[in-house]
């Protein structure tokens, strides 16, 4: 018989902002595996849980640690914040997977940052956008400027995750300052801080602001294009309704 | 006192794919509007809940129904399929809310069709994405092809969104003509048709094949960037994690 692991998204941290199907999974796991902050999140509900973790950037021993508890019979979940295939760790988990033909394989979705996110500031993405990673860990920043410049020539919503770090700490200035090439100084943008903890912030600025603000590592930072505006207080992305026609 | 109207993404169809955030925004409504397909889906639960929908294309018609039954003093849910706030109806009622101020807003995310469709191919968008929808019902085509290209120049994992209809039979054929200037035939894609609903099908493709492939309205396209690989029958796209020293 196969055993089975299942690569959960948790979304980005409340627990009624987890899907049904992501509790079940959690629920039926023997064993959840995850980095220990996303297991502190759970902690309440599933303190009964066997919960094993590995520090930041040991990502390939975790998902080792997932395929040798598998192997010993046991239901693997491994929990990942927002969407477990959005910057998450399936990818990872189908490459180490290679080595461990008898482990079926199973992603279940989540809230991604990009949504809650969203959510919170209006209706910032609500046509045609970007998801792009500030983190040159793993990816070249060639490549991520490159990125950037194409979303500002496609005219593309741009939602940015991973904007600082400590030794990044001038990356969103950096990206800003690519973006600003292409976009006006007054581009409306928008960013989140902490989306489903405790001391979550929501901030409207223009580009031209946004590059000289210093976010922490969980923010989620939105520049709108060229139909992004606010209204009442919130960021919103129009779609091209004509709406004169119903203000009679 | 404040009226409410809440903006809920309910994920793809199927009830374990919502939120505990978005059903309890639902069991608290008075009335649930809706397009009535997705009001279809929520009837075994909420067959009790008054609920109210306008047909397809009267979205603005959808909207306005919502405020004034807020007006009357109901609590509404306007219900979206997947995540409110990508292609839902969240930013058009912002819009129309600018003549309602005494409603209050509130968006509930949910799991959008490029999670849950990349959750069934494998993790084919665990970098840098776009997504892109083909209608050009409020989109000009030249828009439209100018992001496609930016994608592709961008090396993007690109998310379609709406690639075709009875009107739009030829778009997706359109879209993968514009890519084919830029990726190469050999790209890996895929495709998932009735995410979350009975009849789900997923494909894996090359870009080549995809360009003569017939999809349906509510299928979600997935074009690889240069870094997609199928691993055992899954599209993968890989994050740039060194795996040699862990294969000793």
């Not at 990502?59 to 969407?83: M, N, P, T, W, Y």
């Not at 210093?214 to 294009?225: A, S």
Request: a neutral charge.
């Amino acid at each position: 018989m196969k055993n089975k692991i299942d690569i959960v998204g948790i979304g980005p941290g409340r627990e009624d902002m987890m899907t049904g199907e992501a509790l079940c999974a959690l629920e039926q796991a023997d064993v959840i595996v995850g980095y220990p902050l996303y297991l502190d999140l759970l902690e309440e509900r599933f303190q009964k849980k066997e919960r094993l973790s590995t520090p930041m950037r040991q990502e390939k021993e975790r998902c080792i640690l997932c395929f040798r508890e598998a192997q010993k019979g046991k239901h693997v979940a491994l929990v990942c914040s927002g969407d477990a295939g959005i910057y998450g760790m399936a990818s990872l988990m189908y490459e180490i997977g290679k080595d461990y033909p008898q482990t079926e394989l199973s992603v279940i979705p989540g809230v991604t940052a990009a949504s809650s996110g969203a959510s919170l500031l209006g209706a910032p993405i609500n046509h045609d956008f970007c998801v792009i990673s500030l983190s040159d860990i793993l990816t070249s920043w060639v490549k991520i400027e490159k990125r950037l410049n194409a979303a500002a020539e496609g005219d593309f919503v741009i939602v940015i995750y991973n904007p600082s770090s400590h030794k990044r700490k001038d990356y969103l200035a950096r990206a800003c300052d690519i973006l600003l090439c292409t976009i006006e100084e007054e581009r409306i943008c928008g960013y989140v801080e902490n989306i489903g903890r405790s001391g979550t912030t929501t901030t409207i600025c223009t580009l031209k602001e946004l590059r000289n603000k210093k976010v922490n590592m969980v923010t989620t930072v939105f520049i709108g294009n060229t139909d992004t505006h606010v209204i009442n207080g919130k960021l919103v992305t129009k779609r091209g309704y004509h709406l004169d026609a119903i203000r009679q």
